[in-house]
C-alpha cells in the first residue's frame, strides 16, 4: 500500500483540555507515529481548541451529538483514514464503511469502571473507592455504545497507597501516553498501512 | 524600545506555553502608533499599562523613547529613572538605543553609566530582600558572584549546592565551548539573575501569574523558565530544565554585550544541547544523545527533516508552534554536530561577527562547515541515521528498580510504592528521591531512562537517593518494570 496511499490521516475528536491529541501530535512530531492529523474536531468551545489551534491544526466545532451524515460529510471532506476519539464525551455514531476505523481511549481496565457518565476524575475516584490495586487503560474499536467494542490493548499500573483521583489519573495519563500511539499504529496496521513505509 | 521577553523551554509539552506572552493588550498598538511616530497614542497605550501593572518597566522605557525622540529631555530621564526603579537593568540598551541619543547627551546618563556596578549589586541585595519576603526562611539564600547570580532554593543545603554546582559546570562549559565572548568579562556591567527553585506551590502560583492558568493547566510537566526582561530563572526541575534555562542566560548576556537578537532555532538550539549530558571515557562532561536525538534519528530514517534553510528562518511562532519537538531536537542536534566537529565555538564567533550581514545564522553555519546548504542536509542527515538510541519515556524499556515513581518534576522521580525485595534491601521507602543511578545524575523520567539504556535484567548498580534532607546510597537490581 506504501507510496499509493500516502500517510494515514487521523481525525482526533476532543470535548476538553487536548491532552491526548496534543500527546499523538507529539508522537507524530517525534517521528514515533507515522500519520498526519487532518482535523480535530471539538463537541464544545474548550481549551483544547485553542492548544490544537496555536498547533497549526485544522480545528472544527461540531456542538453536541454529532449527527452520522454530518460526520460521513466531515470524514470525507479530509479524507480521513482512522477516527481516534480523544477524551470526546459525546456518543459517537458509526457511518456506514467506519466500522473498525473508530478508536476509543479510556482511563481504566474496561469493562470495569466504563459506561455512561464514567469519565475523567469519576473514574478515577470510582478505582479508589472499590480499593482496587491496579488501573489503567483501555484502548477499544467503537460499537455505537459508551465504552464497549473489541479491545484493541490495555495498559496497567498500579494504584498506590495515598492516591487522590488526581495522583492516579496522573499515573494512568502516562500509560494512555503510551498506550494510545501503539493502539493506532496497530490499527492502521491492520487496515493496510505499512509501518515502515 | 522594548518588547517583553519572556523564554520557557519545557522538556515535553512545550507548545502552549511557547506564545503565552500576550500579557498587556495595549502592547502591539502601542508599538505601531509609535512607528508611526503618533506619540501621544503611543504613550497614551504605554502609561494605561503602566498604570495597571506597577511592576512593567517595558511601558515606561518606551515613554522614555518617545520623550527622548521628541527633544523632552527632562521628560526621558524621569521616565528612565522610574523603569530602572521598576526592575529595567540592562546598561547596553541603554548605551545603544537609537531612539535615546537626545537623552544619552545628559549629565543623568553619565551619572547613571558611572554608577551602574554599584547600582547592580545593590539591587541584587534588594531583590534578595523582596524574595526573602515572598518565600519566607525555609529557603535558603547565596550569591555566586562569579556568575553574578543570586539563589533562592526551597531544597536541602546539599541539594541547592548540588544545584549550584550543576550551574557552574554549566557555565563552564558554554565559556569554554561557546561564548568564548564571555570570557574574562568581570566590568560588573552584566545584570544579576535571580535563580529561584522553589517548592511545588510557589512554582504553581508563579507559573500561573506568568503564564495564565489556562497554558499551565495544559501540563504538568512544566519545569521551569527564564524571563530575561525580569532576570528571572525559575525551574522545579534541577535536571535538564535548569541547564536549558541557564544556559539562556549566558546567551543574552552574550548577545546583549554584543546588541544583538539571535533567532529562535540558535536560541533554543544552543539551550538544549546542555539538556542531556554525561561523562565520556576520558572524564570530559558533553552533550549526549538522548530523546531529542532519537527523534532526529527517526526522522532522518524517515527521511522527514526540514531543510537547514527552512529551519534557520522559521519564526518563533511556527518554530514553536507547529511541530516544536522535531524543531527543538533539529536545532539541538545541529550544534551536536558542530560540537563534535570542533567547530562550535568557531561558529558563534563567526556568526556573531557578521551578524549585520546573516541575522539568522545560516551562511555562518555553512561557512565554518565549508559546505553547501544541499550537502549539509545531506551530511546530517546521514549523521543521524547513524545516531545511538536511548530509551525514553512515552516508550521506555521493560526494566525498572522495582519501585513505582511519580513522574512530576522535582530534583528527581520520588518513589511512591516499593515492589521489588531489591529495592526495600536497598532501603528504598515511598517518599524517597531518586537522584542518581550508576553513578551518573537523574533529576527526571526521561534521565532516569536513558540512564537504563545497556543495562540487563538482574544487573545490580548504584542508586543515590534523598529522603527529606539525608542524602543516601546503596546498590540495587534491575528488575522488570513495574
Known sequence: ?197 | MRKLVLFAAISLLMPALALAQTKAPESDPAIKAFQKQDFDEAERLWKQWADRDPQAFVPVYNIACSRSLRGDIKGASEHILNAIERGFADINQLKTDPNLKAFRRTDTYDQLVAAWPTFLDRRVDADLEAAKKIYGSRYNYTKDSKYRLAFASSYDTITSRQAREEVRRTADWAIKNVFRDLQGTDDGLDPWVMVVLPTKQHFIVWANQTYGQMHVSATSQLGGAYAHDQKKLVTQDLGSTLRHEFFHVLHWRSADRLGQRHPVWIQEGLASIVEDMDQTRQGRWEPAVSWRTNSIKRLAEQNLLTPIERLATMPRSRFAGNRPLSNYAHSRAVFMYLHERGKLADFYEDYTTNYSEDPQGLTALLRTLGVTDKEFDKDFRNWARGLEEVYEQNSPPNLGIGVVLDVSPGDGPVVLQVTHRSAQNAGLRPGDVVTGLNNRSVRDLNEFYRVLTGLRKGQRIEIEYRRRTQHKSGTIEITDRE
Not at chain 1, 59 to 82: C, F, H, M, T, W
Not at chain 1, 93 to 108: A, K, Y
Not at chain 1, 115 to 136: C, K, R
Open chain 1, 1 to 197: 500500500m506504501s507510496g499509493i496511499r500516502g500517510k494515514p490521516r487521523l481525525a482526533l475528536f476532543i470535548s476538553g483540555g487536548g491532552r491526548t491529541a496534543l500527546n499523538i501530535a507529539d508522537e507524530i512530531d517525534t517521528g514515533k507515529l507515522i500519520a498526519e492529523i487532518a482535523v480535530v474536531v471539538a463537541s464544545r468551545q474548550c481549551d483544547g481548541v485553542e492548544r490544537c489551534r496555536e498547533r497549526g491544526l485544522d480545528v472544527i466545532i461540531a456542538k453536541g451529538v454529532i449527527p452520522e451524515d454530518r460526520l460521513a460529510q466531515i470524514l470525507s471532506e479530509y479524507r480521513v483514514d482512522l477516527v481516534c476519539l480523544a477524551g470526546y464525551l459525546k456518543l459517537l455514531p458509526i457511518p456506514d464503511g467506519w466500522q473498525g476505523r473508530i478508536l476509543n481511549i479510556h482511563p481504566s481496565l474496561l469493562p470495569k469502571f466504563g459506561g455512561p457518565g464514567m469519565f475523567g476524575d469519576l473514574v478515577h475516584t470510582a478505582v479508589l473507592e472499590a480499593g482496587e490495586q491496579n488501573s489503567g487503560c483501555t484502548v477499544h474499536i467503537c460499537d455505537g455504545e459508551f465504552d464497549r467494542g473489541p479491545i484493541v490493548l490495555q495498559r496497567t499500573c498500579e494504584v498506590v497507597q495515598g492516591d487522590t483521583p488526581e495522583t492516579l489519573a496522573a499515573r494512568v495519563f502516562r500509560a494512555e501516553c503510551e498506550a494510545y500511539p501503539e493502539a493506532i499504529r496497530t490499527t492502521l496496521k491492520t487496515l493496510g498501512f505499512d509501518a515502515d513505509q
